[in-house]
């Protein structure tokens, strides 16, 4: 059965850090591509952050280049969000993804709220 597990969401102040863990079983994750994706309320989902199944090659949105770090540990089947400087536009629900040629498996979120 395919999990991915978030965790590392909550509550944090404006220029705070999270690191936010997800947690994969039940495929083959060095073969997967992950991806963090976040979406606010009334908002679209967007993604975040992705790294790369094969070099470690990593990419971030605009707003989240130089704030935000994406990690993998494929020994322990984890990919990881380092986020720092956080703002209250960082409120949202993030969301774990692994993709691989046509298949494509999402968790369940873990929620980040910034703010006073």
């Known amino acids: 059965q395919v999990q991915l597990v978030e965790s590392g969401g909550g509550l944090v102040q404006p220029g705070g850090s999270l690191r936010l863990s997800c947690a994969a079983s039940?495929?083959?994750?060095?073969?997967?591509?992950m991806s963090w994706y976040r979406q606010a309320p009334g908002k679209e989902r967007e993604l975040v952050a992705g790294?790369?199944?094969?070099?470690?090659?990593?990419n971030y949105a605009d707003s989240m280049k130089g704030r935000f770090t994406i990690s993998r540990d494929n020994a322990k089947n984890t990919v990881y969000l380092q986020m720092n400087s956080l703002k209250p536009e960082d409120t949202a629900v993030y969301y774990c993804n692994a993709r691989w040629i046509s298949m494509e498996y999402w968790g369940k979120g873990t929620l980040v709220t910034v703010s006073l």
């Open positions: 039940g495929f083959t994750f060095s073969r997967y591509v």
């Open positions: 790294i790369t199944n094969t070099d470690g090659s990593t």
